[in-house]
């Protein structure tokens, strides 16, 4: 054979294998799913509910959409809400303290043309990939199964979800890795980071390069910060701290956001990383009710630390937070351009969402314009064109 036709083969075979990166139309998805891991060394098989997710994963392709366009002439953009699909409930049956939501994507699409929700931006809600404390091999390969999963449902619903990806922390390399590849090849639009990992909050050092990584993806970078279960060591052992009688997700939750915020503070990540956003989940939880406190401490971060909460923060209506919760947050006088709506959709009771949007929509703090932005073109304004939402041919698979 001539060398020129062995550099043209080559050539070709290395164009082939370029492209196996990429999901193709054409392909089979278990097998794309399972060689892209492969590609960043991550072992699925570990998990031994996988064949179902898989299935469950090939089916949310296949599945056609029954209620899905968006028929609404509302653009209400939902910035917070979540996905369960059935094996990840068998997986995770409880979530703070109590029994995790049933929940599909034809009532998940009919809950949001119910309250003219055009478009929806999920996550997993906690644990997140967190359900095997202290085993990183286990971690790393749920994290990439739920980043397929979500990736499935947008790409099944483009005009009306998108999502925030899980990463495998605290293992920080692998949780950079999958960042990349969940922002990068699934097309996620933010990280979601639960307040703590394992009882580290997310100022920790350990967690530093993480910050500096999506930092250096350059652009704009979001992280939606998820309240999680908080957790203490116990002669070495994780065990779930909740010094009350109450479910954890009633009140720890809230106490869970301020500890984080106030360590990202202290700590200066959010004043280090300057590419990075914030989405804050129920309008700061019990965090503005103790900001002055814990930054007239520290003087020297007072006025930088709102700056950020001002420009850099954006804060979510789930709770319910606009019967009187917010003036709290309001209070510190930030501008209402960075307040944005939430739902908590299906771990908030179902009963009380009505009342949750009615009190947005009815709140005397908010002048009609600003009522209006906050449903549309705060979110706009944050997310930008990661929302447009026109996946590449080579991203759909039917
Ligand atoms: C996809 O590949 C998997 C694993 O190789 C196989 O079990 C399955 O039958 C294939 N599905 C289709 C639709 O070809
Ligand atoms: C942020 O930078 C300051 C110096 O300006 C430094 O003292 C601090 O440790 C840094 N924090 C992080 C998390 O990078």
Redesign the pocket.
């Known amino acids: 054979m001539k060398t020129s036709t062995l550099y043209s083969l080559a050539s070709f075979a290395l164009a082939l294998l370029g492209k196996s990166a990429l999901a193709q139309p054409s392909e089979?998805?278990?097998?794309v799913i399972?060689s892209n891991a492969d590609a960043d060394n991550i072992d699925l098989s570990v998990l031994d509910f996988l064949n179902d997710a898989l299935a469950e994963i090939?089916t949310t392709y296949e599945t056609p959409p029954a209620v899905r366009r968006n028929t609404l002439t509302a653009n209400v953009v939902d910035v917070h809400s979540h996905v369960v699909p059935a094996w990840y409930k068998a997986l995770v049956p409880t979530t703070g303290g109590n029994p995790t939501p049933a929940w599909d994507i034809d009532s998940y699409l009919s809950f949001m043309n119910s309250e003219g929700i055009a478009r929806s931006i999920f996550s997993f809600s906690a644990p997140g990939a967190n359900v095997y404390q202290g085993s990183k091999g286990l971690t790393v390969a749920l994290a990439r199964l739920m980043n397929e999963q979500a990736a499935a449902y947008c790409r099944a619903n483009p005009s009306r979800l998108n999502f925030y990806a899980v990463v495998p922390l605290p293992y920080t390399q692998e949780a950079i890795t999958e960042a990349k590849y969940a922002l990068n090849q699934l097309g996620a639009v933010g990280i979601m980071l639960t307040s703590n990992f394992e009882g580290l909050y997310l100022g920790n050092p350990q967690f530093k390069p993480f910050f500096d990584a999506i930092n250096k993806l350059g652009g704009r970078q979001i992280l939606f910060i998820h309240p999680g279960a908080p957790y203490i060591k116990v002669r070495n052992k994780l065990v779930e701290a909740n010094p009350t009688l109450y479910p954890t997700g009633t009140i720890e939750f809230y106490f869970e956001t301020a500890r984080t915020l106030m360590d990202l503070t202290l700590t200066q990540t959010i004043h280090n990383f300057t590419n990075i956003h914030y989405v804050i989940p129920h309008v700061g939880g019990a965090y503005p009710a103790v900001i002055d406190r814990v930054l007239k401490t520290v003087p020297a971060l007072y006025d930088s630390s709102l700056n950020i909460y001002n420009t850099r923060f954006w804060w979510d209506s789930a709770g319910p937070t606009y019967f009187h919760q917010v003036s709290g947050l309001l209070g510190y006088g930030l501008p209402k351009t960075q307040l944005l709506f939430g739902t908590d959709f299906p771990y908030a009771p179902s009963f009380t969402q009505p009342g949750s949007l009615a009190a947005v929509q009815n709140s005397p703090l908010l002048s009609p314009l600003e009522r209006v932005a906050l449903f549309t073109t705060n979110p706009q304004n944050l997310f930008g064109s990661k929302i447009d939402c026109t996946y590449p041919e080579s991203w759909r698979f039917n």
């Open positions: 089979n998805v278990t097998e399972i090939a």
